[in-house]
């Protein structure tokens, strides 16, 4: 499993470690990983990923997950998150569809 947001695509970073007495040495900066449950409210499921800290606030932030798949760019999406998204526009599309039906008759 590599270590790497599913919503954000935010990876592993390497840099250095500097000493007092400018001795540097090779790091890596590991991303703030958790593995959460998140609920989406337009397929009325709960969906299970690994993300960072981050990418949970911003899709508070934005309002749900259903929001942030639909507003995110998807080359940083997983491919379990990509189809997630494909399934939640789906089913907007398809809810959105039905209530034109309702308002036509």
């Avoid at 250095?16 to 989406?40: D, E, G």
């Avoid at 749900?64 to 995110?72: A, Q, R, T, V």
């Amino acid at each position: 499993m590599t270590r790497r947001c599913e919503l954000t695509g935010k990876s592993v970073m390497t840099g250095n470690n500097v000493s007092h007495a400018k001795n540097r040495n090779r790091r890596r900066f590991l991303p703030n990983l958790n593995q959460v449950t998140l609920l989406s409210e337009i397929l009325s499921q709960k969906v299970y990923l690994r993300v960072s800290a981050n990418a949970l606030r911003s899709v508070e932030h934005r309002g749900g997950l259903d929001e942030f798949l639909i507003k995110e760019s998807s080359e940083n999406l997983s491919q379990k998150a990509l189809e997630i998204k494909k399934r939640v526009i789906k089913a907007k599309l398809q809810a959105a569809a039905e209530q034109v039906q309702v308002l036509a008759q």
